[in-house]
C-alpha cells in the first residue's frame, strides 16, 4: 500500500490549498481515508475522514472551512482548505482503513500513511 500527499506549501492567512493523496496497490473504493495533522510540539490530530461510503466527518476547528473528498475512479482522496488560518499551519497526512468502527475516527483504526506534506500559513 503506498499513500503519496501532495498540494502543500506556503499560503497567506485566508487563502487556499487543496491537498491531493494519491492510492496505490489497494482496493481504493473499499478503504475509509482521512487526512491527520501534525503541528510542531503538538500531538496529531484528525482533520476530517470520508467513508467508503462517502460519510465525512470534519473536526471542529475546521468545519465551514475544509472540505474532503475522493475520487475512487482515480484513486485519490483531497482535502479543499478554505479561509486558512495560522493554527492550520503542520504536517497533513493521509491515511487508509479497511474499516473504521469508531465516530469520529481514532488514528489506531487507520492501518496505513502517507509521509505527509507541508502546510505553512503566513499572516
Known amino acids: 500500500v503506498q499513500l503519496v500527499e501532495s498540494g502543500g506549501g506556503l499560503v497567506q492567512a485566508g487563502g487556499y490549498l487543496r491537498l491531493s493523496c494519491a492510492a496505490s496497490?489497494?482496493?481504493?473504493?473499499?478503504?475509509?481515508m482521512a487526512w491527520y495533522r501534525q503541528a510542531p510540539g503538538q500531538e496529531r490530530e484528525l482533520v476530517a475522514s470520508i467513508a467508503s461510503d462517502g460519510g465525512t466527518t470534519c473536526a471542529n476547528p475546521v468545519k465551514g472551512r475544509f472540505i474532503v473528498y475522493r475520487d475512487n475512479a482515480g484513486d485519490a482522496v483531497y482535502l479543499q482548505m478554505n479561509n486558512l488560518k495560522s493554527e492550520d499551519a503542520a504536517v497533513y497526512y493521509c491515511?487508509?482503513?479497511?474499516?473504521?468502527?469508531?465516530?469520529?475516527?481514532?488514528?489506531?483504526?487507520?492501518?496505513?500513511w502517507g509521509r505527509g506534506t507541508l502546510v505553512t500559513v503566513s499572516s
Open positions: 491515511a487508509a482503513s479497511t474499516s473504521v468502527s469508531t465516530f469520529p475516527p481514532i488514528e489506531s483504526e487507520y492501518d496505513y
Open positions: 496497490r489497494i482496493m481504493f473504493r473499499a478503504y475509509d
